[in-house]
Nanobody
Framework: QVQLVESGGGLVQAGGSLTLSCAAS????????MGWFRQAPGKEREFVQA????????FHADSVKGRFTISRDNAKNTVYLQMNSLKPEDTAVYYC?????????????????WGQGTQVTVSS
């Protein structure tokens, strides 16, 4: 079992930055691929970024390319999402997720564990 707790969300003006953190419980954090997803009101949950077990491989959605960066610190059991140049369309609840395999990282239902989410609101 893995428990995930996100933090760092909030209200920011367009063009601003936020860093989200996701702290994981358990001693096997480095055996999980980690992902960030987001869900805006009335929309489906969408993939944002993912990172492999060692942190050497990352994946991103085109919508955040060049603006968001995912990283992880396995010693701290934490994954981060650095978000720069935020836009109003980035407004959503952001979720951290963990999966045992390294495949299908873009698909929400392939993830086994989810955090409770943290709200990010970008004002124009």
């Amino acid at each position: 079992q893995v428990q995930l707790v996100e933090s760092g969300g909030g209200l920011v003006q367009a063009g601003g930055s936020l860093t989200l953190s996701c702290a994981a419980s358990g001693r096997t954090f480095n055996s999980y691929t980690m992902g960030w997803f987001r869900q805006a009101p009335g929309k489906e949950r969408e993939f944002v970024q993912a990172i492999g077990r060692s942190g050497g491989e990352t994946f991103h959605a085109d919508s955040v390319k060049g603006r968001f960066t995912i990283s992880r610190d396995n010693a701290k059991n934490t994954v981060y999402l650095q978000m720069n140049s935020l836009k109003p369309e980035d407004t959503a609840v952001y979720y951290c997720a963990a999966k045992s395999s390294g495949s299908f990282v873009f698909i929400p239902r392939s993830y086994e564990y989810w955090g409770q989410g943290t709200q990010v609101t970008v004002s124009s």
